[in-house]
């Protein structure tokens, strides 16, 4: 029975375990994206998030602290830069996996995990994002918006503009005293 152990331990020792998640993820930081298999991904995810959670705070402290995971300088300077720049406003979730199939040579399932804020495809451009309103989970006034967005599409614009504010009368339709 495992009660209670909820490490991945991928059939390594810990020594061994470290330094694989600590390579994959020093790939991962630098390639953005890599190819492993799906328990790799797994396991890479929960090791990977919390440090690029902590880059997001750029202090000496949380440098030392990633470096000791990654003991790679490189890597921490690109988590650091352009990595913590991305995901500043993420509030979590920084990795995806993507599900490839299984390899021919040992019918092992790969994933592709890559991080979120640089994949293109699947994401929104910044002027997009930038652009667009914010989006909510609830509809709240959406009601209103509807029936005032089928009014204006159903009915012309000069009638809409006599609903809105009746036309003064001119000089000439007056009568004079």
Request: proline share 4%.
């Amino acid at each position: 029975m495992r009660h209670g152990d909820k490490i991945k331990n991928l059939s390594r020792t810990k020594s061994h375990r470290d330094a694989l998640l600590r390579n994959l993820s020093c790939q991962l930081i630098e390639h953005k994206r890599i190819v492993t298999t799906v328990a790799k991904a797994k396991a890479l995810r929960v090791y990977v998030e919390p440090l690029i959670t902590k880059s997001k705070e750029n202090t000496t402290h949380q440098r030392r602290i990633v470096f000791s995971h990654l003991q790679d300088k490189e890597a921490v300077k690109e988590l650091f830069g352009s990595v913590a720049e991305k995901v500043g406003g993420r509030p979590g979730g920084y990795t995806r996996i993507i599900k490839l199939g299984i390899r021919p040579g040992d019918a092992a399932e790969k994933a592709m995990i890559e991080l979120v804020d640089f994949n293109e495809v699947y994401g929104k451009s910044t002027d997009e994002k930038a652009a667009g309103k914010r989006t909510r989970r609830r509809g709240g006034s959406g009601k209103k918006k509807e029936e005032a967005d089928a009014v204006a599409e159903t009915a012309p614009a000069e009638e809409v503009k006599e609903a809105v504010a009746p036309e003064a009368p001119s000089k000439e339709e007056t009568p004079e005293a």
